[in-house]
């Protein structure tokens, strides 16, 4: 409810008469026959037509300020969920994102592991080469100081 005195064109001295008279809201005021406000002393005719214009008015443009909220609210309601859809969405991207990732991770890891294994290999078959080929040259050098002893004891 609104107080009388919040109605343009009522003043704390009107405000206090309508009171007196039992007109405590202007949607009081707004129901009241145009007779019964020219009752109360010191409202003639016109003064009692002002009033229930100036009330009537005045709840009007609450309701149309009711209708307005209404309307906000509802559109309030609509983008909010649009809002929880759209998150949705962003949570759903997320988690098979997610899924993805530790897919890679475990690719990463095998392919990780499978690089260590064949290095280890390559690295084992290099070293028996070298060993194979310090071994030739060991046979070469020896075979060499074996054909000079030769020669030696020949002379």
């Known amino acids: 409810m609104t107080a009388i ?18 007109v405590q809201s202007v949607e009081a005021l707004a129901g009241m026959e145009e007779q019964q406000l020219r009752s109360i002393p010191g409202i003639g005719a016109s003064r009692a037509g002002l009033l229930q214009d100036a009330a009537r008015a005045h709840n009007g443009s609450a309701e149309a ?8 609210l509802a559109a309030a309601e609509t983008a909010l969920q649009a809002a929880e859809e759209k998150a949705a969405k962003a949570q759903a991207k997320a988690k098979k994102a997610k899924r993805q ?3 890679l991770m475990e690719e990463f890891a095998e392919a990780k592991e499978k690089a260590k294994k064949k290095a280890k290999k390559v690295k084992a078959k290099a070293k028996k080469a070298i ?17 000079k002893k030769k020669k030696k004891s020949k002379k």
Request: proline share 2%.
């Open 65 to 72: 300020d009711g209708e307005d909220l209404s309307a906000r």
């Open 101 to 103: 990732a530790a897919q």
């Open 131 to 147: 060993e194979k080929e310090k071994a030739k040259a060991k046979a070469i050098l020896e075979g060499n100081g074996a054909e």
């Open 5 to 22: 005195s919040e109605l343009k064109g009522v003043g704390p001295a009107l405000a206090r008469v309508l009171q007196e008279n039992g």
